[in-house]
């Protein structure tokens, strides 16, 4: 804002008064005028719409009138006839009494083109009709006429005179007419049909007569011409050029319209008519530029003449023109289906306006003149005594202070000048005093001016150990990670291995012992609790620095939450607590949120509550807010010793433990702090309310959102590869590592499953490798001597094309790490200590490999899982806990390496009185279900992410 306000003083300062004055006022006038053109031709344009709209629908309304009239006629006229054949009042044998009936009726009914019966019999025919002169007409067929149709004419008595025509072949039970009203067994309406014997088009009625038994005895139809709907229609006047034409909803055949063409036209009108042929045109192809541009507009619109179900008023563009239209269904229940269509030009409305429009323009002009003039004088009577002004103010500005002004002018220009020669006796007694002060100044600015250089230079030395320190903590913290998660990576590593040799063989001579095997297990547990407490310290680091983001995704709430119950049910019940889960109906089982930070935070709360609880128990409560967005509300209450009021102002400090975490000598003091952070990040806050003695509650909340259930998309559970899928080619790994662990960590893990694997100790050895051996892919360590991987992967990447795909396997845990790694040229970026099935994904993932994995538990496995796995859980509480500790560990133990035999040789010293225990257990391990024994036994519930916070 302020930016604005300087670049718009600048620019005022080069305006002069003249057009200051001038141009406001010429806006003023000219605003108003043209506001008021604007509005008079708005208005008028609105008068035109709403006259428009009325003309369309008043023009609709009579046509529609007309037309239920014109249609209804014909029915009347059937069911007429029918009735009196049927009370034996007319005799279809008796074809002189139907002719003399028909004429009668024809002459009554003027609409009609003609009246008709066919009979079920033999199929003749006899009726009157209407001919193109409007002359009267019989047409009559059957034995009589050797089933020829012929047409007489007839006098004014209605009497017979001459044959004026005749065409043979004739049965009436084959025409269309008669087919449509026998199938359809009511009073309808029959196609569009040409004459038999004139080109010209009929709407036919028709009937089927049915005797006192029911028997069809002939079909009774009326024929009237579309000419005459036509004819109304150009009748009618639709503003000046405006049109309308009625159309077929299901084929958009034309049925009659007021433009000059026809509905149909005739293929050969030089001959004689009886033999003429036409055809029917469809609206979007009519010659008449108006109905096929609105027609097209119709089907653009809509998608389909059959899709305008109710009457409807629009506009639409043709020929640079704006056109009004307005389309309305016809239907009858005898079957008519028509669509009326009124279109009227916008222009037959605007003439008087766009002459009002050229007046408004030459007002508008006129006004702008004068008001200009105006201005101009006005301007210049004003500027005159205030140029004095500012010439006088120019002399005082450079320094000749003699100056005074004399105005006659307005009161406020006198009283300004007056104001002016006053200021000017001011400034020459100001002058003298204004320059003893400045020397006063000038010393005051120079002495200010050394004390700020001062400070500016101890604030610069200040900022450089500031960034000096950061940098050692950055460069400090990114070694450190790399030389404590690298002998990590081979602990963890090797453990892998053993556990991948026990579970494929744990029967052969080679195999671990049970206290091997729990040896194995300890130093598992151990790296993976030293990886913990480093990603604790780093954790804290990556807050501190305010680098840490979320990473959220679609989260099962009720599986994290029941998970987090499970694995710690077990340890409170050696401890004799409870631990309950209470979630309120309205928390959704799916919702989008960072699922690692979300579980991090429960489990050290849990884990903290379980460990600092003596007796009592530990509940976790999950409830939502009553806000308009979703957000949930999760609390831990133990009945634990509680937090004394000298502790709690340092309880979220990093590194600080309490009283009671002191005592218990275990953690590091950061569950807490990074909790807090991990929520605050979440849109929530962390609190804790404790009364010392009788225990504590931790609440925190979150900001998130539900997720339907039927996107969320199904999680396949990890296969163990043991091999290569037969049929592929030899797959070449080359492992660049400095360290000669980690390479035989690899090569032992990949080379059995039917690698060729290779390995160099530093980044030059790799590329010269190269040369001889082309790898596949290159599991490449950024940290070794001679070349480092970032330099030997640009190497590669730049000298070979393709080029083998590298994936950086560093101990670096920074974010900055892996962008450096991916702008080396890397493709993807893996930290140490690694998993195996990391190690095999990403190989699938770039090199299509296809694996074989061990056997998985069938459908009927899964079955017995399901039926089992509430009975499980009850075990956890009520049956297992029974057993002993060291019963529970050696199963736990042998679950874990997939050793059948131990486990069964276990169930069987349970005692008799537990036969439920043991048939539940045997029916996990006949069908391979030992991650459900694990998980039942688990004695550490951090699941690698326990955080220790007291």
């Known amino acids: 804002m302020k930016a604005f306000s300087d670049r718009a003083a600048k620019f005022t300062k080069r305006l002069s008064l003249h057009p200051v004055l001038v141009v406001p006022f010429v806006l003023q006038i000219s605003l108003a005028v043209g506001l008021t053109g604007w509005l008079s031709v708005r208005n008028g344009q609105q008068a035109v719409n709403d006259v428009a709209s009325q003309l369309r629908g008043e023009i609709t309304a009579r046509i529609e009138q007309y037309l239920e009239t014109y249609v209804t006629t014909p029915h009347q006229i059937n069911r007429v006839n029918a009735d009196a054949i049927r009370l034996n009042e007319l005799n279809l044998q008796d074809f002189s009494q139907l002719e003399r009936h028909f004429l009668n009726q024809i002459q009554i009914f003027e609409s009609v083109r003609a009246i008709y019966v066919g009979t079920e019999q033999d199929g003749s025919h006899i009726g009157a009709e209407r001919g193109d002169d409007g002359t009267l007409q019989v047409k009559v067929s059957g034995d009589e006429t ?3 149709v012929r047409f007489y004419a007839v006098d004014r008595n209605l009497n017979r005179t001459k044959l004026l025509k005749a065409k043979p072949n004739f049965n009436a039970r084959i025409r269309p007419w008669y087919k449509t009203a026998v199938q359809k067994g009511k009073a309808n309406w029959g196609e569009i049909y040409k004459l038999f014997a004139a080109p010209n088009y009929v709407l036919n009625a028709s009937l089927p007569i049915y005797d006192d038994r029911q028997t069809l005895v002939g079909v009774a139809a009326v024929d009237f011409s579309l000419e005459r709907i036509s004819k109304f229609l150009k009748s009618m006047k639709i503003g000046r050029s405006g049109e309308t034409f009625i159309i077929e909803r299901q084929t958009g055949l ?12 005739v293929e050969n009108p030089t001959a004689p008519k009886i033999s003429q042929k036409s055809n029917r045109v469809k609206a979007i192809d009519s010659s008449d530029p108006r109905t096929r541009l609105t027609t097209q507009h119709l089907l653009q619109r809509f998608g389909g003449l059959t899709q305008i179900v109710d009457r409807q008023q629009l506009d639409f563009e043709a020929n640079g023109q704006r056109q009004f239209l307005q389309v309305a ?14 279109v009227v030009p916008e222009a037959d409305f605007m003439d008087q306006i766009q002459a009002n429009t050229r007046t408004t323009i030459l007002l508008c002009i006129a006004a702008f003149g004068l008001a200009t003039l105006l201005g101009i004088f006005t301007a210049r009577w004003i500027t005159k005594p205030i140029l004095r002004l500012g010439s006088a103010a120019k002399a005082i500005s450079q320094g000749n202070l003699d100056q005074t002004v004399s105005i006659n002018s307005t009161t406020e220009l006198n009283q300004l000048g007056q104001s002016f020669n006053q200021m000017a006796a001011q400034l020459r007694e100001s002058f003298s005093k204004l320059e003893r002060t400045n020397e006063e100044l000038e010393e005051r600015v120079a002495q200010r001016t050394t004390e700020l250089g001062i400070k500016n230079a101890q604030l610069e030395r200040a900022k450089e150990a500031a960034d000096a320190a950061n940098l050692a903590k950055s460069q400090f913290l990114s070694n450190m990670s790399h030389e404590l998660r690298t002998p990590l990576n081979v602990i963890l590593g090797f453990t892998q291995l053993l556990a991948r040799h026990q579970a494929i063989s744990p029967s052969s001579e080679t195999g671990l012992s049970p206290r091997q095997q729990q040896y194995l297990n300890t130093i598992n547990r151990s790296g993976e609790d030293l990886l913990a407490l480093i990603n604790d310290v780093l954790e804290m680091s990556k807050i501190e620095a305010g680098r840490i983001t979320l990473n959220e995704s679609t989260v099962d709430l009720f599986s994290l939450l029941d998970r987090s119950e499970q694995m710690f049910q077990l340890k409170a019940q050696l401890k004799g607590l409870r631990l309950t889960l209470e979630r309120s109906n309205k928390v959704p089982r799916y919702i989008h949120t960072d699922e690692s930070k979300l579980r991090q935070v429960l489990l050290n709360l849990i884990g903290n509550a379980i460990k600092f609880t003596q007796s009592g128990g530990v509940i976790l409560r999950v409830s939502t807010a009553n806000d308009a967005d979703l957000r949930l509300i999760f609390s831990v209450e133990d009945t634990g010793p509680g937090i004394s009021p000298s502790d709690r102002d340092r309880l979220f400090k990093p590194f600080v433990q309490t009283e009671a975490g002191l005592k218990s000598q275990q953690g590091t003091g950061l569950g ?33 959102r539900a997720v339907k259930p039927e996107t969320v998309p199904m999680q396949l559970p990890p296969r163990e590869v043991i091999g290569l899928e037969p049929g592929q080619r030899t797959y070449r790994i080359l492992v660049a590592e400095d360290k000669a662990e980690n390479r035989q960590f690899l090569l032992e893990l990949l080379t059995p499953i039917g690698f060729d694997v290779r390995s160099t100790n530093d980044g ?6 190269l040369k001889s051996w082309m790898p596949d892919l290159i599991w490449m360590d950024m940290r070794m001597p001679v070349l480092n991987g970032y330099e030997a992967t640009r190497q590669i990447k730049a000298a070979y094309h393709p080029a083998p795909i590298v994936i950086a396997l560093t101990g670096s845990a920074f974010e900055e790490d892996r962008v450096t790694a991916l702008s080396a040229g890397c493709d993807d970026f893996v930290r140490k200590p690694v998993r195996a099935d990391v190690i095999f994904d990403k190989m699938a993932e770039y090199l299509g490999v296809r694996y074989c994995y061990a056997a998985k538990p069938s459908n009927q496995a899964e079955m017995v899982l399901s039926s089992v796995e509430k009975r499980t859980a009850d075990l956890n509480v009520s049956e297992l806990s029974e057993m002993s500790i060291d019963w529970i560990t050696e199963l736990h133990e042998a679950a874990t390496r997939v050793n059948a035999k131990q486990v069964l040789d276990l169930i069987q010293q349970i005692p008799d009185s537990y036969a439920s225990l043991s048939e539940t257990l045997c029916n996990l391990v006949n069908n391979y279900c030992f991650e459900e024994i694990v998980r039942v036994t688990q004695p550490d519930p951090r699941e690698n992410q326990e955080i220790s916070s007291i």
């Open 146 to 148: 050797g089933h020829e």
């Open 329 to 342: 269904p016809l239907r009858t229940e005898q079957g008519l289906d028509w669509l009326i269509v009124v």
């Open 764 to 769: 030059q050895a790799a590329i010269d490798l």
């Open 254 to 265: 034309l049925v009659a319209n007021s433009a000059n063409q026809q509905p149909y036209v």
């Open 672 to 704: 807490l702090p990074i909790s807090q952070k991990f929520v605050q990040m979440m849109g929530g806050e962390l609190t804790v309310k404790s009364e010392f003695g009788k225990g504590s509650v931790f609440t925190f909340d979150i900001q998130t």
